[in-house]
């Protein structure tokens, strides 16, 4: 690629990019690590249960891995430079190892993404069973059959495929900024519609204020995420007008990686409220091997009262009323009086066994001994 008019090629000047990216990558690998051990740790120490969401969770932290260690690896080749400032010889290099990040980005947001949904779709079984959690299924299958769509055409964006990072080599491409622009709007409106949809159903439980502002601040990081990709829409936009691929792609992926380190954060922390209070609460709780879960030992609410401990939306079964109470305890004791027991009835009268008057219902309750 030519300079700008004023301006000559640099080979052997320093990457402008270089310890902003090394930082961020960090910083990034360091978070999304720590909040996918504690989720899997919390969810061994709580359920001692292996879920499809551990799986996906799992899953989007090793695509994030790979994701990150490709773009450190494309730095000592040239990216982060300005493409007039990188030579031809390793330009097909760096457009290589980005190509296969392109590919990895694909799976790191949808196996995080259907992480998010698929403990929402739990969380709300029990509590809304009608339009919520409709919606989250039609979301996981929508984010799937996208992601699968957009990296698959990465894949064969070119015929041949050495064509996508080599040029010149004979053959023909789809156009790539507008594949490359066409995940932005669709990342935007899948971040918003996890972050709205939860925060929503929420707004409109049985539960104080207090309660609702904080379960809502644990959705409300996805907002961010809806900045990272509206951030990225500006920057596909930038690469279709100047073209300056090895500096701009790179800036681009900072914000992709961002995205993605955003989106395990929330699929982890969804637990982790509950995960702390038990701790704090009962330091020993699941170090019993054979130990069930609390939902198999209580009747089944919602399992956005298992994740939040929201306990306003359990419902204590009927109790049972003082007088009914009390005139059993008194049949009672007049079955034990006629034995010769010496009993105390629920109004405070010790009976004694000689003179109790036997009612007529007495012959109902207790049956004779023959």
Known sequence: MAPPFGMLSN?????????MVIAVLAASLFISTTFTLLKVYAQHRLFATFTWS?????????????????????LPLGAGHHQWDVPLTTYYHIEFVLYIDFIVYGPAVVFAKA?????????????YKGVIRRCM????????IFYLSVTVAVIFECS????AWNPTVPGHCVNQNALLTSTGPANLISDFLIFFLPAWAVWHLQMTVHKKLGTCATFAIGLFGCSCSA????YNA???????????????QMWANAEITIAIVIADIIILPRFFKTVMTNPNRGTNPNRVSRTAQRPRVSRFTESFEMDDLVQSPPRASASATATMHDIDAINR???GVDVTSSFGVKSEPKHVPVPMYSKIVKHPTF
Do not use: K
């Not at 551990?54 to 494309?74: E, G, N, P, T, Y």
């Open 11 to 19: 080979f052997s000047g320093p990457n402008p990019l270089q310890s």
């Open 54 to 74: 551990d799986l996906c969770i799992i899953l989007a932290w090793a695509s994030h891995v790979a994701f990150s260690s490709l773009l450190l690896a494309a």
């Open 115 to 127: 992480a998010i949904l698929m403990q929402l779709n739990n969380i709300f079984t029990g509590t």
């Open 137 to 144: 299924q039609i979301l996981i299958y929508a984010n799937v």
């Open 160 to 163: 041949p495929r050495e064509r």
């Open 231 to 234: 951030v990225r829409l500006s």
């Open 238 to 252: 930038q690469l279709d007008r100047s073209g300056d691929g090895t500096y701009i792609i790179m800036q681009n």
């Open 337 to 339: 009086a006629e034995q």
